[in-house]
């Protein structure tokens, strides 16, 4: 027996676009080299092998969503002012090496920051679920097609909780937190080497 099917389109109405299938990014340790607080784009440094990795996923119809947490905005470390900028740097630099980001998601709350208004709870600071949520409602992503790939065990409950069908992590040279690799469908050395296991997989 089918499955429930979408109702037709009335006449002379286009037909609802598909949703599409997405590559959730942490940003430090998986995109960049994780310098600690990274605020300034004169100390931003691609990890080798990304960008080429990011423009194959790209060309293979991926969509490529960032979501990073920046607990250093309510700490007082840096503002969203320092935070947009080297961020504007980073997705023209994508851009350029052929993998544009569809979007770019940031979580700046603490729950022990210094700025007072940040300084909260909040659904979007992974491991909650809240900035792919956000994502795919804005973009009309299927979640259960896309896959999150991180450096922490954070990531992995994160794409857990938003229903995220393959959460992976990286070690770019780190070792990983307790728990973290059982907890990961797989752990790759790079980024580069996740996307080569992505690439090679049988569509759904």
């Known amino acids: ?23 959730f990014l942490d940003r430090d340790g998986v995109i960049n080299r994780d310098t600690g607080y990274l605020q300034r784009w004169e100390d931003f440094e691609f990890l080798p092998g990304v960008l080429p990795a990011l423009q194959r996923l790209h060309a293979a119809g991926w969509a490529l969503v960032v979501v990073t947490n920046q607990s250093g905005i309510a700490r007082g470390y840096y503002t969203e002012a320092d935070y947009q900028a080297l961020t504007a740097r980073m997705r023209q630099a994508m851009a350029d090496a052929g993998a544009p980001p569809l979007a770019v998601y940031h979580c700046p709350h603490h729950p022990g920051g210094q700025v007072a208004a940040l300084a909260v709870a909040c659904d979007c600071r992974k491991p909650r679920p809240g900035m792919l949520q956000r994502a795919a409602a804005e973009h009309g992503l299927s979640l259960a097609d896309s896959f999150m790939v991180g450096d922490k065990l954070a990531d ?10 393959g959460a992976y992590l990286v070690r770019c040279g780190q070792a990983l937190e307790a728990g973290a690799a059982a907890a ?21």
């Open 1 to 23: 027996m089918g499955g429930l099917s979408a109702p037709a389109p009335a006449p002379g109405e286009a037909p609802a676009a598909a949703p599409r299938r997405a590559a």
């Open 156 to 165: 992995v409950q994160a794409a857990r909780a938003a229903g995220v069908a």
């Open 184 to 204: 990961a469908d797989a752990v790759f050395d790079d980024l580069a080497a996740c996307v080569d296991q992505v690439l090679v997989r049988p569509s759904r």
